[in-house]
């Protein structure tokens, strides 16, 4: 499974999360550090012009796992989540699985 690990503890803004994800995520120069942007990258993993380093295969999934959970700005981790519920619903109304796993720790 792929995966792609954020520190929780060292994401205190939006700023922050949004740095870490482009790094751990691999997100183009471009990446406009919004979560509609962060939305945008997440939706394509499966597709050729993918927006982030992982390319799916059609059964494969990405883990998001974010190390130290509790420590995370509280708005943020909340937005996390509905996001990847959100994005697994647009998978599946495309007839494909879902694409995201979220792993707190």
């Known amino acids: 499974m792929a995966t792609a690990e954020l520190n929780g503890a060292a994401i205190q803004d939006e700023a922050s999360f949004h740095a870490a994800c482009k790094a751990a995520m691999g997100f183009p120069d471009t990446y406009g550090n919004t979560m509609d942007a962060w939305v945008d990258c997440l939706s ?62």
Not at 45 to 74: C, G, H, T, W, Y
Not at 85 to 105: Q, S
């Open 44 to 105: 394509y993993l499966r597709d050729e012009d993918s927006m982030s380093k992982f390319r799916l295969k059609p059964n494969e999934v990405l883990d998001i796992v974010i190390q130290d959970a509790a420590a995370m700005q509280p708005d943020i981790l909340e937005e996390v989540t509905y996001c990847v519920a959100g994005l697994n619903e647009r998978y599946e109304d495309y007839g494909e699985k879902p694409a995201l796993k979220l792993t707190l720790r």
